[in-house]
């Protein structure tokens, strides 16, 4: 191969072609993206052409380039913009974990052009079950299935696009969920035995003191306890704060829903009641809470309901309604209920379970919500595969009209990745319903050693 089979030098709006080369379109990026107004520094890399899309963007935070063919035309017209900027296809990125990496992934998904592309590989403390972010997103918190169990808090430069690690704090077992809750003073935590409440340092976002450790076994019981991932299928398994003050906390092992009050200076948790999930063997996994923080949405992992519980005084919880997340058809002892997102406009709730095996799909239900809070089923979606142990969503909204672009994680092995989702709320993709695939990460494959490349896809986020 040549040193540089073309180097393209963008002006006004044309693209000149320097020099040719034996290896097909390559190109090399150049500093002046004069359409753009924005000046890159050179980096001298030869890049391939991105065979599926015809288009390679690098920097990817900086512009789109296309490349020029062998007789000098160029091969599209050219694309060229900024990121982010005032455009009907923003580019949007996240940040995802994996159950068989130690490694962090950052990536860029661009509606435009359906593509899905890593953009960082970061060494990181992983496996990483779940992650949550703060209010701007240049802050996120992972928990982790190494041991000594801990959490950590990455920074995210979101002109450079480039995550680095602020710090970590140890904790008693491993954690399953974090979340951080208006006012973004305080940081959330809980997993197995334990729980965990801490301040969010104001200098640094990271990780600041431990305010407070949430035991969910007699305190006498928790020296001999497994406090390893083990725990997470019996302990606690997720937690959320309302916009009243309280926290809910699901626990597996109990078969019921912690409900606590929090303090509003302090951050501590005080624990109000506990209630019983509404079948024996539910096992409650996730929650969410309504916008007033007057109903709270459980989904259950072992019977693979999505719970409906009115938050009365006290607080405490008063059932309401029971939605399958399955189709009437199928067996739920061969799936395991996940996890719960509303829509961005507040109207829908998505839920999700996954095949027990690789023989059976996973599953995401589209509820309706009625004014009283109680759901409406509206749609239901098979995934590409079982997920795994993941199958876990996000949503952001879609710049135009009605419905969401949904990041879901799979973890099947040899098959999984990260999907994003299209959905339509009026349904229109004929017999797929409302929702399609537009794009796929499947992984990696010989790029790294063991435990450094993405293998799967455990919990994903949108930092924009």
């Keep these: 191969m040549s040193q540089c089979c073309l180097e393209l030098l963008v002006e006004g709006t044309g693209i000149q072609r320097a020099s040719d080369g034996d290896d097909g379109p390559q190109f090399a990026h150049r500093p002046v993206f004069a359409i753009c107004g924005i000046e890159?520094?050179?980096?001298?890399?030869?890049?391939?052409?991105?065979?599926?899309?015809?288009?390679?963007?690098?920097?990817?935070?900086?512009?789109?380039?296309?490349?020029?063919?062998?007789?000098?035309?160029?091969?599209?017209?050219?694309?060229?913009?900024?990121?982010?900027?005032?455009?009907?296809?923003?580019?949007?990125?996240?940040?995802?974990?994996?159950?068989?990496?130690?490694?962090?992934?950052?990536?860029?998904?661009?509606?435009?052009?359906?593509?899905?592309?890593?953009?960082?590989?970061?060494?990181?403390?992983?496996?990483?079950?779940?992650?949550?972010?703060?209010?701007?997103?240049?802050?996120?918190?992972?928990?982790?299935?190494?041991?000594?169990?801990?959490?950590?808090?990455?920074?995210?430069?979101?002109?450079?696009?480039?995550?680095?690690?602020?710090?970590?704090?140890?904790?008693?077992?491993?954690?399953?969920?974090?979340?951080?809750?208006?006012?973004?003073?305080?940081?959330?935590?809980?997993?197995?035995?334990?729980?965990?409440a801490h301040a969010i340092d104001p200098a640094t976002g990271g990780f600041g003191e431990k305010i407070q450790e949430v035991l969910f076994v007699p305190v006498e019981k928790l020296a001999e306890v497994d406090k390893t991932r083990v725990a997470l299928r019996t302990g606690s398994h997720a937690v959320e704060v309302s916009s009243k003050g309280h926290a809910f906390i699901p626990v597996l092992g109990t078969n019921s829903i912690w409900v606590y009050v929090v303090d509003p200076t302090s951050g501590e948790l005080t624990l109000a009641s506990e209630t019983s999930s509404p079948r024996e063997h539910d096992g409650p996994r996730h929650v969410v809470v309504s916008p007033?923080?007057?109903?709270?949405?459980?989904?259950?992992?072992?019977?693979?309901?999505?719970?409906?519980?009115?938050?009365?005084?006290?607080?405490?919880?008063?059932?309401?309604?029971?939605?399958?997340?399955?189709?009437?058809?199928?067996?739920?002892?061969?799936?395991?209920?996940?996890?719960?997102?509303?829509?961005?406009?507040?109207?829908?709730?998505?839920?999700?379970?996954?095949?027990?095996?690789?023989?059976?799909?996973?599953?995401?239900?589209?509820?309706?919500?009625?004014?009283?809070?109680?759901?409406?089923?509206?749609?239901?979606?098979?995934?590409?595969?079982?997920?795994?142990?993941?199958?876990?969503?996000?949503l952001i909204a879609k710049p135009e009209g009605d419905g969401a672009y949904i990041a879901l994680t799979d973890d099947e092995p040899n098959a999984g990745g990260l999907w994003i989702l299209e959905w339509d709320e009026a349904g229109g993709w004929d017999e797929a319903g409302g929702v399609q695939v537009v794009a796929e990460w499947a992984g990696e494959e010989g790029k790294r050693g063991e435990w450094e490349t993405m293998d799967g896809a455990s919990h994903a986020i949108w930092l924009d």
């Design 40 to 196: 890159c520094t050179p980096c001298g890399k030869n890049l391939n052409l991105d065979k599926r899309h015809g288009y390679f963007a690098y920097p990817y935070e900086k512009a789109f380039a296309l490349p020029i063919a062998m007789d000098g035309q160029a091969i599209f017209k050219p694309i060229i913009q900024p990121l982010n900027a005032s455009s009907p296809s923003p580019v949007h990125h996240l940040i995802s974990g994996s159950f068989r990496s130690l490694s962090l992934f950052l990536l860029a998904f661009n509606p435009l052009h359906r593509s899905l592309s890593l953009l960082q590989r970061v060494p990181a403390f992983g496996p990483h079950q779940y992650l949550a972010r703060n209010e701007l997103g240049d802050r996120v918190y992972a928990t982790s299935w190494a041991l000594p169990p801990a959490l950590s808090a990455w920074a995210v430069d979101r002109e450079k696009w480039v995550v680095e690690h602020v710090n970590s704090a140890p904790i008693t077992a491993t954690s399953s969920y974090v979340t951080v809750p208006p006012p973004f003073t305080h940081l959330y935590s809980a997993g197995g035995p334990t729980g965990e």
């Design 292 to 394: 007033n923080g007057e109903t709270l949405y459980s989904v259950t992992e072992h019977t693979n309901f999505v719970d409906v519980y009115a938050v009365t005084n006290g607080p405490s919880l008063q059932h309401t309604q029971s939605q399958r997340i399955l189709p009437s058809h199928l067996e739920p002892a061969n799936f395991r209920g996940d996890t719960l997102r509303f829509s961005p406009d507040r109207r829908h709730l998505f839920a999700t379970t996954r095949g027990s095996t690789s023989a059976h799909k996973g599953w995401l239900a589209v509820f309706t919500i009625r004014e009283d809070g109680t759901l409406e089923e509206k749609e239901s979606w098979e995934t590409p595969t079982s997920g795994g142990k993941a199958n876990a969503i996000e």
